[in-house]
């Protein structure tokens, strides 16, 4: 029987009110996506949220930790710096006041007060993080993710449940964690990773650093100069390897001249807790008699690795290099679509700073800009004292290159500040093509290196001479007139020395 009139306008009446609505529920489900989600609010991750969101994409950051900051700003870079910079002022109040004209009768440290000094600013800072989310509207989500998919992550949550969140394009920021030795348990009390040297509640009598990097370098100069009798003990022929060959053999003599010992090319067989001290085997890495030492606690610091186990990533394919890390391209994309990842979970320096501009320049690119970041141009610093600061190429990289260059010294004991401070000991070192006089590389040895080295950050960025810092005026007296000396040492004089 042919449908009426009346019955078809209904019918069709009927189906537009069903295709509406299917394309509202349709278009709801989408809009209760994410745009970006971030898993990880390490230094990298969480400024790739607030970065995300200044763009107007809809952001969510997922942390497991249940505190914002990541390794840096919870067991890293600022409770290590609130420590470094407490047990220096202590050794400046013992050993130092008393050539200023300050003379105290005793000197005592607290180090319960000391540990929460360092706590309060973790905790501040912390909470600024949280509170620049609510500002710039990113979703915060506590739990660790696991991806599901290319756009959708599994989170656990504190409480014992789970949720989905969805993105259309996941990035990941979960950084690095501790590297183990063979044959070594860290149980953070007597063989402690850099985050139980952070929370040790007494000064151990002896302290030995395995590994002269960064991160052992800094604490063992953070519990030295409180007392501890400290020996490094390093695999290798040098510390830092990564530093100035020139620099670093004057910043090792710094460093022994403060107490601190040097055990190199020594390799760690095992470490024995079950006595009442710690016993160290250790033999030349090149292999031959082994030895004992003793030590109160034990400071595992051979180096980071990428944070990227358990994360399901194998599930999706997601090509990774034998050290676990993310390949990546320009534009921090993985080789699995809508899969990009940042900061220590990808090739390039394992620094935070390094992290921050990943993640800047990576949102970019998903919200069709441009990023951009030149690993050559990263600044690397030792938080010691004094301060050890580089950026661009080291002496030994220049001639392995092959170019011809030119080199320009200056030494602080020629600094006016420095000398009326009493605070003089260091150098500022520069590199110069030398036919184009175009610096290729700055390392500075000195108190607030890591101040002064982004006058340099900046030169080498916009690929300035050495001239040009020699002839830009700086103020006088300060540090920074080192820099300008050392500049005009390059490509002709210096006026001081």
């Given at each position: 029987?042919?449908?009426?009139?009346?019955?078809?306008?209904?019918?069709?009446?009927?189906?537009?009110?069903?295709?509406?609505?299917?394309?509202?529920?349709?278009?709801?489900?989408?809009?209760?996506?994410?745009?970006?989600?971030?898993?990880?609010?390490?230094?990298?991750?969480?400024?790739?949220?607030?970065?995300?969101?200044?763009?107007?994409?809809k952001?969510?950051?997922?942390?497991?930790?249940?505190?914002?900051?990541?390794?840096?700003?919870?067991v890293?870079?600022?409770?290590?710096?609130?420590?470094?910079?407490?047990?220096?002022?202590?050794?400046e109040a013992?050993h130092?006041?008393?050539?200023?004209?300050?003379?105290?009768?005793?000197?005592?440290?607290?180090v319960?007060?000391?540990?929460?000094?360092k706590?309060?600013?973790?905790?501040?800072?912390?909470?600024?993080?949280e509170?620049?989310?609510?500002?710039?509207?990113?979703?915060?989500?506590?739990?660790?993710?696991?991806?599901?998919?290319?756009?959708?992550?599994?989170?656990?949550?504190?409480?014992?449940?789970s949720?989905?969140?969805?993105?259309?394009?996941?990035?990941?920021?979960?950084?690095?964690?501790?590297?183990?030795?063979?044959?070594?348990?860290?149980?953070?009390?007597?063989?402690?990773?850099?985050?139980?040297?952070?929370?040790?509640?007494?000064?151990?009598?002896?302290?030995?650093?395995?590994?002269?990097?960064?991160?052992?370098?800094?604490?063992?100069?953070?519990?030295?100069?409180?007392?501890s009798e400290?020996?490094?003990?390093?695999f290798?022929?040098?510390i830092?390897?990564?530093?100035?060959?020139?620099?670093?053999?004057?910043?090792?003599?710094?460093?022994?001249?403060?107490?601190?010992?040097?055990?190199?090319?020594?390799?760690?067989?095992?470490v024995?807790?079950s006595?009442?001290?710690?016993?160290?085997?250790?033999?030349?890495?090149?292999g031959?008699?082994?030895?004992?030492?003793e030590?109160?606690v034990?400071?595992?610091?051979?180096?980071?690795?990428?944070f990227?186990?358990?994360?399901?990533?194998?599930?999706?394919?997601?090509?990774?290099?034998?050290?676990?890390?993310?390949?990546v391209?320009?534009?921090?994309?993985?080789?699995?679509?809508?899969?990009?990842a940042?900061?220590?979970?990808?090739?390039?320096?394992?620094?935070?700073?390094?992290?921050?501009?990943?993640?800047?320049?990576?949102?970019?690119?998903?919200a069709?800009?441009?990023?951009?970041?030149?690993y050559?141009?990263?600044?690397?610093?030792?938080?010691?004292?004094?301060?050890?600061?580089?950026?661009?190429?080291t002496?030994?990289?220049?001639?392995?290159?092959?170019?011809?260059?030119?080199?320009?010294?200056?030494?602080f004991?020629?600094?006016?500040?420095?000398?009326?401070?009493d605070?003089?000991e260091?150098?500022v070192?520069?590199?110069?093509?030398?036919?184009?006089?175009?610096?290729?590389?700055?390392?500075?040895m000195?108190?607030?290196?890591?101040?002064?080295?982004?006058?340099?950050?900046?030169a080498?960025?916009?690929?300035a001479?050495?001239?040009?810092?020699?002839?830009?005026?700086h103020?006088?007296?300060?540090?920074?007139?080192?820099?300008?000396?050392?500049?005009?040492?390059?490509?002709?004089?210096?006026i001081?020395?």
């Open positions: 029987m042919a449908m009426s009139t009346i019955t078809r306008r209904k019918s069709i009446t009927l189906s537009r009110t069903t295709l509406v609505t299917s394309f509202c529920r349709r278009f709801s489900a989408a809009s209760d996506d994410n745009d970006v989600v971030i898993v990880g609010g390490g230094p990298g991750g969480y400024v790739a949220a607030i970065k995300a969101a200044q763009l107007g994409l952001t969510t950051c997922i942390e497991k930790r249940g505190a914002l900051g990541g390794t840096c700003l919870n890293g870079c600022i409770p290590s710096k609130a420590l470094l910079h407490s047990s220096h002022m202590y050794h013992k130092a006041f008393a050539n200023h004209g300050v003379k105290c009768s005793s000197v005592e440290i607290d319960a007060a000391m540990m929460a000094q706590d309060k600013a973790v905790s501040n800072l912390t909470r600024g993080i509170g620049l989310f609510k500002k710039n509207k990113v979703n915060y989500v506590k739990g660790y993710g696991k991806f599901l998919s290319p756009s959708e992550v599994s989170v656990d949550t504190p409480e014992g449940g949720t989905v969140v969805k993105g259309k394009h996941i990035i990941v920021a979960t950084g690095s964690d501790v590297k183990s030795l063979p044959g070594i348990e860290i149980d953070e009390k007597t063989i402690v990773s850099s985050t139980g040297a952070l929370a040790l509640t007494e000064i151990p009598k002896r302290l030995v650093v395995i590994g002269a990097g960064y991160i052992g370098l800094e604490m063992g100069s953070v519990w030295g100069r409180l007392g400290v020996t490094v003990v390093e290798g022929p040098e830092v390897p990564t530093m100035d060959g020139e620099v670093r053999k004057q910043f090792q003599r710094s460093l022994e001249k403060q107490g601190m010992k040097f055990k190199l090319k020594t390799k760690v067989v095992s024995d807790t006595g009442d001290v710690a016993k160290l085997t250790l033999e030349p890495s090149a031959g008699e082994q030895t004992t030492f030590a109160d034990v400071l595992v610091s051979a180096g980071r690795v990428p990227t186990a358990g994360l399901g990533l194998d599930k999706l394919g997601v090509e990774m290099d034998k050290l676990g890390r993310i390949l391209n320009e534009r921090f994309a993985s080789n699995v679509p809508g899969v990009y940042i900061g220590d979970v990808i090739p390039g320096p394992m620094l935070a700073h390094k992290a921050e501009e990943d993640g800047v320049a990576c949102v970019e690119f998903i069709g800009k441009h990023g951009h970041v030149d050559d141009l990263v600044p690397g610093v030792v938080y010691t004292h004094p301060e050890v600061a580089s950026v661009g190429k002496e030994e990289q220049v001639k392995t290159l092959g170019v011809e260059y030119r080199v320009g010294k200056f030494p004991m020629a600094n006016s500040r420095a000398k009326a401070i605070n003089a260091g150098l070192k520069i590199l110069a093509e030398k036919e184009t006089d175009k610096i290729l590389g700055v390392h500075i000195s108190p607030n290196a890591g101040e002064l080295i982004h006058e340099a950050v900046l080498l960025h916009y690929g001479s050495s001239e040009d810092i020699a002839r830009t005026c103020a006088h007296p300060t540090m920074s007139e080192a820099v300008k000396e050392a500049a005009m040492a390059t490509y002709d004089k210096p001081h020395i």
